[in-house]
């Protein structure tokens, strides 16, 4: 095993509204950032959405210790990244150079 999974994300647009979906329950760090990027009006972003990989916060809030137990029921400190990473790209917004850790 090479400590990879799969999951799913979608980005649909629906007239003027952009809809994603996260496989899991996104802190509201996560979900700001990504509702910047998003260009629809409406916006909206569904959460726990075709699978559950526990909670979804970037890799700075994960490590604090005021967090210990969103990061054991989370799986990786790096999934609010990588999840960020591709919404943006399947959104037609890839990340700048320097966004991309």
Same mark, same amino acid.
């Given at each position: 095993?090479? %400590?990879?999974?799969?999951?799913? /994300?979608?980005?649909?647009?629906?007239?003027?509204?952009?809809?994603?979906?996260?496989?899991?329950?996104?802190?509201?760090?996560?979900?700001?950032?990504?509702?910047?990027?998003?260009?629809?009006v409406?916006?909206?972003?569904?959460s726990l959405?075709?699978?559950?990989?526990?909670?979804v916060?970037?890799?700075?809030?994960?490590?604090?210790?005021?967090?210990?137990?969103?990061?054991?029921?989370?799986?990786?400190?790096? /999934?609010?990244?990588?999840?960020?990473?591709?919404?943006?790209?399947?959104? %037609?917004?890839?990340?700048?150079q320097?966004?991309?850790?």
């Open positions: 095993a090479d %400590g990879r999974i799969t999951s799913e /994300i979608n980005f649909w647009r629906l007239g003027p509204a952009w809809i994603v979906t996260v496989p899991g329950e996104p802190y509201p760090a996560f979900a700001e950032l990504l509702r910047r990027r998003m260009s629809g409406p916006n909206f972003i569904f959405a075709n699978d559950e990989l526990g909670y916060m970037f890799e700075n809030d994960c490590r604090k210790k005021l967090y210990d137990y969103e990061r054991s029921m989370a799986v990786s400190c790096k /999934i609010g990244h990588q999840l960020y990473e591709e919404l943006s790209r399947l959104m %037609g917004q890839p990340l700048a320097k966004e991309k850790k």
